[in-house]
């Protein structure tokens, strides 16, 4: 039986239980079956999910039909690293209009941009960048390929000191993540308009637009770079942890920084420490996220100092019901309250929540296995509640917590509210 001479109905009927990658391949058999294969049913999804290997043939085909579809969001998987270069070159003079292209690959082997092909593609609606493996080769020309990024993460990749040179001059970029790779305080000077000297250069390009900066588990080892982190005059979140070097400077620049007012501590040498400094020294957070290890006597460090904050996001297992009393004693003015992964919890929690929080619009309390449906549904309808056993009411906007613009940065980011 020849499968082309079935009606084009039943034609995208089959081709519906086709992945996107099978897709490309039945649409070079012919030209019945490539007008199934890119039938406006089948592509109907904003996100396009493809997994791009060494081989292009057929390509060029599907990155015109997405763009004629107006799709702006790819994200991917590659065979090896060295597919992408390919790939960028086809989408840049294909599909010029994609906006996010985002990395979802496990254990590929290389690193893109060594094969020269990408010297002159141009992604200039490129906004968002995810890359799992990036070097110096890449770093070379991403500016001029991707020149207006917003958003950059290159979280657990190679990046690096030499790497930090070129992408100073993303002068669009407003949020940064090199969280887990080699970066030391050399290359954060030069992100942030210092010289190879360490002093500050009033004519070197320096990210000046970045309001989101996660710096966690990045090699710093010295105070150097507190002193350049107070000349980001937009810097709203920051993201610290291990082996960032924590001094008598960096709580004086957390504490009085005007623009600051996101803080999340991941595990590292002296939270406890950091939390009470602030409260000491006084700040204008509004957001604070904490992960492990803190535990109930921590929570005194909130008895002062924390009059701005309206979210806190806790992740302990060793935080128990005593803590939630003391958290819901001092800050009464919580608006969002998210304590998952506090495995210790009981309803009891709940039950000082729901009498002590009465401005709480959005509480979260997934994995913790001690509290009930039942507890969940004793919190009052002016709350939304996100528990194991679902919402309790429609999802929470964001100006039942505040119409404040500097709050719009955090809120998503740190509640991962759609």
């Keep these: 039986m020849d ?20 897709l490309i391949n039945v649409a070079q058999i012919c ?60 989408i840049a003079r294909h599909w010029p209009g994609v906006v996010y292209l985002q990395d979802a690959t496990e254990g590929a082997e290389g690193v893109p941009g060594r094969s020269g092909i990408l010297q002159n593609s141009k ?3 490129a906004k968002y960048l995810k890359l799992k493996s990036f070097g110096l080769a890449f770093s070379h020309i991403l500016v001029d390929m991707m020149p207006f990024l917003e958003i950059l993460d290159l979280s657990e990749s190679q990046f690096d000191d030499n790497c930090a040179r070129d992408v100073v001059h993303l002068l669009r970029l407003r949020d940064l993540n090199v969280a887990n790779t080699r970066l030391t305080e050399l290359g954060m000077v030069s992100l942030l308009g210092g010289s190879h000297l360490l002093f500050f250069d009033h004519n070197a390009p320096m990210l000046n637009q970045v309001q989101i900066l996660d710096i966690s588990n990045c090699v710093i080892r010295t105070s150097i770079p507190w002193t350049f982190l107070s ?13 960032f070097y924590i001094s008598n400077q960096a709580y ?67 935080l128990t019901d005593e803590g939630v009393e003391q958290i819901s004693t001092f800050l009464p003015q919580l608006k969002a309250l998210d304590l998952s992964k506090c ?10 929540i729901r009498k002590r929080l009465t401005n709480l619009k959005f509480l979260r309390v997934l994995n913790t296995p001690e509290i009930t449906e039942l507890d969940v ?21 964001l100006t039942e917590v505040s119409n404040d613009p500097e709050v719009a940065v955090w809120f998503h980011r740190i509640l991962h509210l759609e």
Excluded at 8 to 16: I, M, R, Y
Excluded at 377 to 397: F, L
């Design 343 to 352: 495995h210790n919890l009981t309803g009891l929690s709940i039950t000082h």
């Design 377 to 397: 549904e004793s919190m009052s309808t002016t709350c939304c509640v996100q528990s194991n056993c679902g919402y309790t009411t429609g999802v929470i906007d």
């Design 123 to 125: 992604l200039r609606n």
């Design 31 to 90: 030209k019945k079956l490539k007008s199934a294969a890119y039938d406006n049913s089948l592509w109907k999804h904003d996100k396009v999910n493809l997994h791009l290997p060494l081989n292009l043939e057929g390509w060029s085909a599907l990155y015109e039909n997405l763009e004629e579809k107006g799709k702006r969001t790819l994200i991917f998987t590659v065979e090896h690293y060295s597919a992408l270069d390919g790939h960028l070159n086809l």
């Design 252 to 318: 004086q620049f957390l504490a009085t920084n005007n623009t600051l007012r996101c803080l999340v501590l991941k595990p590292c040498l002296g939270p406890k420490k950091i939390v009470q400094q602030l409260s000491s020294h006084g700040n204008k957070l509004q957001c604070l996220h904490l992960i492990d290890p803190f535990s109930d006597r921590d929570m005194i460090c909130f008895s002062n100092g924390y009059n701005a904050l309206i979210c806190l996001k806790i992740e302990s297992i060793y």
């Design 3 to 22: 499968i082309a001479r079935l009606p084009h109905n039943v034609l995208v009927k089959v081709c519906s239980y086709l992945t996107f990658n099978e």
């Design 231 to 243: 000349r980001l005059s937009r810097l709203n979140t920051l993201i610290i942890t291990d082996n």
